[in-house]
Every structure is written in C-alpha cells, then in structure tokens.
Nanobody, 120 residues
C-alpha cells in the first residue's frame, strides 16, 4: 500500500506565497520522478513542475521564475514553493510520483489534492 498526502494549500492574496508538501508513505522501495499538477474548475489537469530523483527539474512556462520544486529523498517528500501567486494559479494541486514498491511493482500514484485559492 502506497499513499501520497499533500498539505499546505489555502487562501492567499495575489502576490503572496504558499509552500506545498507531498509525503509518500507505505511499501516503498524507491521513488523516481515526483511532480506537481493542478486542475482549475472547468479545465484539464496540467503539469506544473517535476523533479527527478537526481534533482533535475522541469517547469510549466506559466510558473517559471515563480515556483520552485524540490525534494528530500530521505523523507520521500516533495515540495512546491509558490511565490508571486496570481489569481490564475487558483486550482486543486495534485502530487504525482513514480514509485517502486518493495514487492517489485512500479506505478504512478496520485495524492488526494490540496486547494490553492489566490484572491485578487
């Protein structure tokens, strides 16, 4: 059994900051890529940022220079530091991870999502 649990969402004014966390737990042998996605009402889920186990990162154009993804491999945790937030960043943010279990299975897991609301 593997779980991803996000935390850190909330309501913030435009220009403010939030830090999201995603903690993976369970029968984990190792974690490869970890990523953050978001879904706004009426829109498709979109990539926000990803980070490989070795630290290579990738960002959506809309968040480059404002968001920073990081991870702590010892804690099986990924983070998303969001600065200069805009109302357009309002969405449910989901964590995703490619996980190898101790049983030898590889799969992609999703968290339950955390709401981020940016007021103007």
């Amino acid at each position: 059994q593997v779980q991803l649990v996000e935390s850190g969402g909330g309501l913030v004014q435009a220009g403010g900051s939030l830090r999201l966390s995603c903690a993976a737990s369970g029968s984990i042998a190792s974690i490869n890529d970890m990523g953050w996605y978001r879904q706004a009402p009426g829109k498709q889920r979109e990539l926000v940022a990803t980070i490989a186990r070795g630290g290579i990162t990738n960002y959506a154009t809309s968040v480059k220079g404002r968001f920073t993804v990081s991870r702590d491999n010892a804690k099986n945790t990924a983070y998303l530091q969001m600065n200069s937030l805009r109302p357009g960043d309002t969405a449910v943010y989901y964590c995703n991870a490619e996980i190898y279990t101790i049983w030898g299975h590889r799969s992609y897991y999703w968290g339950q999502g955390t709401q981020v609301t940016v007021s103007s």
